[in-house]
Every structure is written in structure tokens, then in C-alpha cells.
């Protein structure tokens, strides 16, 4: 053996350690896992957007259900980068096209199945122009969905780790899969109809406004909890297998409007805080 063959200290470079094999495949495994979890959340999405075809009041559930189980998907999605340190730019760019589908596409499809066809095929008049107006809604809020993941992809969250700035796409689609959901058959009266669009269109003027809201992302789950933390987790999952309608609705509503109230709080804060001053 020559002298060239040995490393500075004069090791042997055929002994030099080396990671094993199996831990390296296991690395690149978990780099892995957060991509399956954006595969079935797009896969939720897709199956959304073929169940709010069928027009019943079943598919239209399902849809509803498939929606709710891309939001549970994608939050496992981002919180298994976190927590293994395997984000990346590919799987940011890749949750971020899942999430126009399952979140921007899916839920603009079934908001105007369910809540604008049957009333404009059915009692509407032809000058109200209500087929006209669910689409445009409906193309408004994925509108909304794409500006606000490219901003986010730009800017990130923007207000620290505790605020998103402008409602999440999930709460927004949950708002829409959380009203299916609960009221189950579509909507026929004309006026409800109109009703429901504007909300559409509400939800897609927050997604794209600079409101913040809160994240949750700051929440340290691991730590140990109170005995009544545990017990309200426990009762706020069994009301929503119990009964999920109302209180899917109620959480939806609660996270679309806390925004608003936020902002309301700051800008009297500030007024005050200026008036003293």
C-alpha cells in the first residue's frame, strides 16, 4: 500500500466509515412519504370533482367527505416535512398544484353543482342569467385559490409562524365541503341560490385579501397537556363523528369569520392607541 492511498491521518481509505446502506435508503424513503400524502390529497380532489358530476344528493356527501379528507391529508402532508426535515422545493411546488386541484377546482365545481345548477334548471328565469353567474363565481373563487398559493409560494406566511395573511385555501374549500355537508340536499330556491354565490365570492375575496389568520402551526403538540386540554380533545373529536354536520359547520364558520374579527380588534386598538397618542 503507498503512501497516496492513505488519508491524512493515515487511515486506510478502504476502512473509511460509511453511512449504512439501510439509513441512507431510509432517508430517502421519508423524503417520499410527505409526496404520498399530496398524492392522496390530489386523488381527493379528483374524486370530488367526478362525485359533484353524479348530481345526487350521495355524491354530492362524498364530495363533500373527499374535500374534508384533503384537508386532513394536506395538514399531515406539511406537518411531516416539519417535523423530519425533509421540505423542499419540489414538494412545496407539488403541494401547491395538489392544492388547486383539491382546493380550488373541486370545491368550484361543487359549489356550483350543488348550489346553482339545480336552481337555475329548475325555477329560475332566464334573465336572471344565474348559470352565467355561478360560473363566474365559481372561476372567481380558483381565481382567488391560484393567487393566493403563488403569494404564499413567494412570500410565505408573511406574518410570522403564528398568522397566515389571507384565509387558507383548505378553510375556504372546507367552508363549501362544511355547507354541503351539513344541509346534504341541493339548493332549489333561487333566492338561496344568490345567496350562496355571494358567499363564494366572499370566500374567495378573503383568500386573496391581506386578513390574517391564525395558523396553528406554533401549537407544540408534543408537549405535555392539561387534563381538561386532553378531555376538550377528546369531546371535539367525538362531536365531530357524532355529529359532524353541525360541527364541521361550526368550525368552518368560527375559522372564516375569526379573520374579520381579528381585524376589527386591531383597527379600534390602533384608533385608540392613536387618539392617546
Known sequence: MEFNDLDPIGHDEDFRPRPPFRNHRLRRGIYLLPSIFTVANMLCGYYAILASFDGTTTSFDYAARAIGLAILFDTFDGFIARATHT???????FDSLADVISFGIAPAVLAYAWGV??????????????VQLGWLAGFFFLGCCGWRLARF???GMGGG??????MPTPAAAGM??????????PIEDVRVSILW???????????SSQLRYYSFKNVQWGRRQTSLAVVLIVLLFGAIVWFSQITLMLIASAYVIHGVVVQIVRYVRHRIASRAA
Open 153 to 155: 409560494n413567494i412570500q
Open 197 to 207: 354565490t355571494i358567499l363564494v365570492i366572499v370566500l374567495g375575496v378573503l383568500m
Open 87 to 93: 421540505s423542499s422545493e419540489f414538494g412545496k411546488q
Open 176 to 185: 363549501i365541503a362544511a355547507c354541503v355537508h351539513a344541509f346534504a340536499a
Open 161 to 166: 409562524s403564528r398568522y397566515f395573511v389571507g
Open 117 to 130: 345548477r339545480s336552481a337555475a334548471f329548475t325555477n329560475a328565469s332566464p334573465e336572471l342569467h344565474l
